[in-house]
């Protein structure tokens, strides 16, 4: 991790997570469960396309988790793993953050926004 952008919550338990920007800049941003990580990020300000809205239809949400994250997160779904595919670059833990509902079993998790391709 390289720099932070936002300080560290006062409240460790607060639910929260981890991402990397484009730039290199890790944000600790506070999660709202139920909410999908793709509106979370947004509301964050936090910057990635979502063309399709989460329709599963535009792969622009495409963020990659840390090796010790993707337990903490179910699996993907066929169609989500097939829309992944379509992707010209793909990592081992790329997923599509429209696809994942934040849950506060998820808290502490590490992700970075995919660069676009
Ligand atoms: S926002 Fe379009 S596939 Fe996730």
């Known amino acids: ?3 932070h952008a936002q300080s560290p919550l006062a409240d460790n338990k607060t639910p929260h ?3 990397e920007d484009r730039a290199g800049v890790i944000h600790q941003l506070e999660a709202v469960e139920g909410w999908r990580l793709m509106e979370i990020l947004r509301d964050h300000g936090i910057g990635m396309d979502n063309t399709c809205g989460g329709a599963l239809a535009c792969a622009e949400c495409h963020i990659v ?3 010790q994250s ?3 997160i179910p699996p993907p779904r066929e169609d989500e793993l097939e829309k992944l595919d379509e992707l010209p670059m793909l990592y081992e833990n790329s997923r599509l ?3 994942i509902i934040w849950t506060d079993e998820m808290s502490g998790l590490q992700l970075k926004i995919a660069q676009e391709t």
Request: glycine share 0%.
């Open 17 to 19: 997570f981890f991402v």
């Open 1 to 3: 991790m390289k720099s």
């Open 65 to 67: 988790l840390s090796e």
């Open 97 to 99: 953050c429209c696809q």
């Open 70 to 72: 993707v337990a903490l």
